[in-house]
């Protein structure tokens, strides 16, 4: 009696352990990613993401899938991040002359690494390393705020999180339609010349990021003052002659040596910008509104072209309450009318 009921406690067990190990194998699952790669990946409860844009916009569709920032956030940007994430390992990125920290992403363990689809070509070393350390590698196709919405529904498949990630997609269309709309209302021969200002000069010549820039621009009812060309390169300078020659109605730059002396140096004084004060710094927090690092934030950054560019146009009023949306839909903070007239200026 006493083995007959040892035996049939064995079988017990055995069937539980084997009922047990059943999800956990249907947790496997093949993706193609944006790529068109076929990734065999798991369920999805730690991620490192490569680069800034898909890293912050992880964070908008669930923070605490992030083992980590690729970069240090600014003292003054950590307000608007929730506290238990403000303060998250720097594990780096494959970005500009940046590359993570292997031996620190190894003890982490990510169930998988978001990367920029672009990557795979430009960075080749990348993938071996991931996959020498047994992380499954998922490219994503983020570049023109255009691509936000499907990324995001991408991410909310591979992530698990779709009803939250189509929310953010479909803010992201209503806001280029909006957009679109804005923009073609005005006619061609009144849309003002924008010229971006990259370095402490203003000069540097960045063809690498205009094609989100143009895009941006266009959604603001603008037209870019520079245009670049076959043969440019990444850090080519225009002279000042050539900026001139442009004059464009109004100048946006993030550069801080930029715009503490634009008014000041003489050498700019004849630029129409300049004369009539039109030229304004990009918001940054907690992200960049337009250009570098890209992320989400140019949902709202368009908007925020358009109100300088267009002020009886484009409302204050409607930029204050969009961007109060834009905060607590993506980044769970509720700002104040105040606040955010703050960050718009």
Known sequence: ?????????????????MAAAVPVAAQSRTIVDMAGRKISIGHVHRVWAAYPPVNYLVYAIDPSLLIGWVGPLPEQNK????????????????????????EVLAKMHPDLALVWDQSLVTTPPMLGKLQSLQIPVVAVKL???????????????????????????????????????????????????????????GLKNDCEHMPFLDEATELAGGRNAHH??????????????????????????????FYAQVYTNPRYAELKAVRNHRVYRIPNQPFNWLNY???????????????????QRYPTQKLEAETQRLFNLFIGVNLSAAEARALLN
């Open 143 to 201: 570049f023109r705020l255009s691509d936000y919405p499907e990324a995001l529904r991408f991410l909310g498949r591979v992530l698990d999180r779709q009803k939250r990630a189509g929310e953010l997609a479909s803010y992201i269309e209503k806001s280029m339609a909006e957009m679109k709309a804005f923009s073609s209302s005005i006619p061609e021969k009144d849309k003002l010349s924008v010229y971006y200002a990259i370095g402490p000069e």
């Open 228 to 257: 670049c060309r076959p043969r440019d390169r990444v850090g080519q300078n225009i002279d000042m002659e050539q900026l001139l020659l442009y004059n464009p109605d109004v100048i946006i730059t993030q550069e801080d040596l």
């Open 79 to 102: 307000k608007f991040i929730a506290k238990p994430y403000r303060d998250l390992p720097v594990v780096g990125g494959w970005f500009g002359e940046h590359t993570p920290n292997m």
């Open 1 to 17: 009696m006493i083995r007959k009921l040892i035996h049939a406690l064995v079988s017990a067990a055995a069937i539980f352990t």
């Open 293 to 311: 690092p890209p992320s989400f934030m140019r949902a709202v950054g368009i908007r925020w072209l358009a109100w300088k560019l267009y002020p």
